[in-house]
């Protein structure tokens, strides 16, 4: 079989004014590119036309950083993501109860920052809502959470390291509870979970899942359904990083031939999160004076880690976010490279996980040693800005001081591999925001080009995993693509002269569509991986 799509807009590096592509759906490659007049002269030659009728054809999104399982769990549980109260939840998970009679409950999503009372509810509020039942409720960003009675017994985190009181679990406390509630969960279920998280990836334009596991955060079973299942070829393929500290070349090997991980990466956590006053800082926190977060490694166990995955020829990575933090990981890079050489690091490729507050300096000394970045955009765009939970966390001054948040324009000028993620379940799958918030970034100087952050999202997606040759639309490449539905196309900078320039016809520069505030993101009509459709609007 082979199609022609024609009628639309093709983005492709080879052809700034591409209006149709042919796929041979054998091998599942590209066989041609080219202008619509060309492509009359292939309508008899394949077996199927598709009329794209003005839409845009763009290599799939890559997620770089996702909790696969975990996403299909928050799609059918209890998401509290969009209540704006305590009493709201609560009454959302007494529904679950009574409906799931028994079974356990998912409540994922919540904020205090968004709730009338300005607190987390508690595991006795949990207990009179459930019946008594077992109620696992991760706050959003997956570093804390508050737990049923019923579950802090049978996870016995009470007695460990990160019990906060009333239910609220940090730490040791937090990865038990989480660890006996994934126990919980039958193969069946998991199957169905993780089934369902790629189904919303593909209709988001998603080819390609990064999964993010690890024992404390999902488990071995769970990571090799998700890497199987990206197989299966009726959805996006998938790679995973399992996040497990070594200290040898030859566990290093092991472990990682053990779960089929691409890097022993991910989140093997230097530290939390802002938003449960766990990333680790240099200073306190401005709403929690005397506090400075967690540190969970330090740099020895950094250093020995990625000599170890560097000499393997595995990606070392960890997941840091809190300056303190992002100081350990440096040191800990720096200090593998004078054990086992610089060269040898670069070789690694290796990568941090959302890196929120590192400075120009600390850009400039990972990219000396070929470290890359899998940000989040859609933090900015949910917690930035003067009256964010960022500021409230942190201070303005912080958080716009010489060292903004989450710096995407100074890593893409440093030169650094930048690709784009969700954290999914704790921002959705949603990639044309995760551009349009580097856009519109709340800090004018780390705002970037639309055409810059869709890169970081396609291709950057690829490249930070190790592959340079995809992530594009070219010859013989495999045709992994999505069709969008599309208002006008734009060329988007954040420097004038470089916008008026882009939008002229001489520049060859091929537009995106318009990601201003407000504006109506594209819809998804068509994915398409390795030549087979994984998800169809029905509307081509």
Do not use: K
């Not at 066989?31 to 002269?41: E, K, R």
């Not at 890593?411 to 704790?426: E, I, K, R, Y």
């Not at 009509?525 to 509307?539: H, K, S, Y």
């Amino acid at each position: 079989m082979t199609t022609l799509y024609r009628g639309g807009f093709v983005y492709t590096p080879i052809d700034p004014f591409a209006n149709a592509m042919v796929v041979d759906d054998a091998t599942g490659t590209i066989a041609w590119i080219g202008g619509d007049d060309a492509a009359a002269g292939h309508v008899d030659a394949v077996d199927e036309v598709v009329e794209l009728d003005g839409a845009l054809v763009t290599p799939a999104f890559v997620d770089a950083h996702a909790h696969t399982s975990q996403t299909g769990a928050t799609l059918r549980g209890v998401d509290l993501a969009s209540t704006r109260s305590v009493v709201e939840a609560l009454s959302r998970i007494e529904g679950a109860a009574r409906t799931g009679q028994g079974r356990p409950v998912y409540a994922p999503g919540w904020d205090q920052g968004r709730w009338a009372e300005g607190r987390p509810h508690t595991g006795a509020e949990l207990d009179r809502a459930s019946y008594g039942g077992v109620v696992y409720s991760p706050r959003v960003d997956g570093h804390s959470a508050v737990v049923s009675s019923a579950l802090a017994a049978a996870s016995g985190a009470r007695d460990l390291p990160g019990w906060e009181g009333e239910g609220l679990v940090t730490r040791d406390a937090h990865h038990a509870a989480r660890e006996a509630f994934n126990g919980a969960v039958t193969p069946a279920q998991r199957q169905a979970d993780i089934a369902l998280a790629l189904q919303s990836a593909a209709a988001a334009g998603i080819g390609l899942v990064q999964e993010n596991g690890g024992r404390t955060l999902s488990g071995t079973d769970d990571f090799a359904e998700v890497l199987a299942t990206g197989e299966r070829g009726d959805g996006p393929q998938t790679i995973g990083y399992w996040a497990q500290l070594v200290s040898d070349e030859a566990e290093a090997r092991d472990v990682a031939t053990l779960h089929g991980a691409r890097g022993l990466a991910g989140d093997l956590n230097i530290d939390g999160s802002i938003g449960s006053r766990t990333a680790h800082l240099r200073a306190d926190y401005a709403d929690a004076p005397g506090h400075t977060g967690n540190a969970y490694l330090t740099v020895e166990q950094v250093r020995d880690h990625v000599a170890a995955c560097s000499l393997a020829g595995l990606q070392a990575g960890f997941h840091v976010i809190g300056d303190a933090g992002v100081d350990t990981a440096i040191e800990g890079f720096e200090a593998a490279a004078r054990l086992v050489g610089a060269a040898t690091v670069l070789r690694g490729r290796h990568r941090l996980e959302h890196l929120e507050m590192v400075s120009r300096e600390g850009v400039e000394r990972l990219v000396r040693l070929g470290v890359a970045a899998s940000v989040q955009p859609a933090f900015d765009a949910a917690w930035g800005g003067t009256h964010g939970m960022y500021a409230a966390r942190l201070g303005p001054d912080r958080v716009h001081g010489d060292a903004p948040m989450n710096p995407f324009a100074s890593m893409l000028a440093a030169g650094m591999t930048v690709a784009l993620g969700s954290d999914s379940p704790v921002t959705p799958f949603a990639p044309w925001e995760a551009v349009r918030a580097c856009v519109n970034h709340h800090d004018e100087s780390q705002r970037v080009s639309a055409r810059s952050a869709f890169l970081a999202h396609t291709r950057g997606g690829w490249r930070v995993a190790g592959f340079d040759d995809r992530g594009y639309l070219d010859l013989g490449l495999p045709a992994t693509f999505a069709v969008w539905e599309v208002g006008d196309l734009v060329v988007q900078a954040p420097d004038d002269r470089i916008q008026t320039w882009s939008t002229d016809p001489r520049s060859g520069t091929p537009g995106l569509p318009d990601l201003s505030p407000g504006t109506p993101a594209p819809v998804c009509r068509r994915t398409v991986v390795r030549g087979r459709t994984v998800f169809d609007a029905g509307t081509l």
